[in-house]
Antibody
């Protein structure tokens, strides 16, 4: 059974940093791309980062480029999202998601981790 | 960036109704279009990928059509468990972008 479990969310002040983790099981982690997708309270879905199976390539939208870093440790079946220079508008539930293959769609998702950016 | 526009933003329907949701891309995305269902407080669930392929385990009352810029998700006979918000996602090119969502409510 495929499982994804996020952790690391919480309350952080504007300008602060936070690192999310996503531990996976039930599939060969290194064979699949992975992404982070967020959802602000009461809003829609926004893709915020992606990484290839090897970790050799990463992708970001302009809204987070230069502030967020995605990485993975295939020996630990773990995906990470390092978030720096956080803004109030980064407040959201952050989901990790497995790619169906090299690219999306995202076929399995974690339960989400809430990040609140507030003073 | 490719903009994805869903319509309607919300709809009210009854159990047994046929429901169609539309998603339009700001440029051609071939068939790189996927549909998700999300219930309150839960992660999204993949329903349809590559415009018309049914994800394993998804009931056959869900179907998808389209290519290029115009796509539809149809629920042939709405069931009580189908009341949720539906999103389209283009996976043609990064940044991968979602539609704004369509909330399907009970009439």
């Amino acid at each position: 059974e495929v499982q994804l479990l996020e952790s690391g969310g919480g309350l952080v002040q504007p300008g602060g940093s936070l690192r999310l983790s996503c531990v996976v099981s039930g599939f060969t982690f290194s064979n699949y791309g992975m992404s982070w997708v967020r959802q602000a309270p009461g809003r829609g879905l926004e893709w915020v980062s992606g990484i290839t199976g090897s970790g050799g390539s990463t992708y970001f939208p302009s809204s987070v480029k230069g502030r967020f870093t995605i990485s993975r440790d295939n020996s630990k079946n773990t995906l990470y999202l390092q978030m720096n220079s956080l803004r109030v508008e980064d407040t959201a539930v952050y989901f990790c998601a497995k790619h169906q293959d090299y690219d999306p769609p995202f076929d399995y998702w974690g339960q989400g981790s809430l990040v609140t950016v507030s003073s | 960036d490719i903009q994805m526009t869903q319509s309607p933003s919300s709809l009210s329907a009854s159990v047994g109704d046929r429901v169609t949701i539309t998603c339009r891309a700001s440029q051609s995305i071939s068939t790189y279009l996927n549909w998700y269902q999300q219930k309150t407080g839960k992660a999204p669930k993949l329903l349809i990928y590559a415009a018309s392929s049914l994800q394993s385990g998804v009931p056959s009352r869900f179907s998808g059509r389209g290519s290029g810029t115009d796509f539809t998700l149809t629920i042939s006979s709405l069931q009580p468990e189908d009341f949720a918000t539906y999103y389209c996602l283009q996976s043609y090119t990064t940044p991968w972008t979602f539609g704004q969502g369509t909330k399907v409510e009970i009439k």
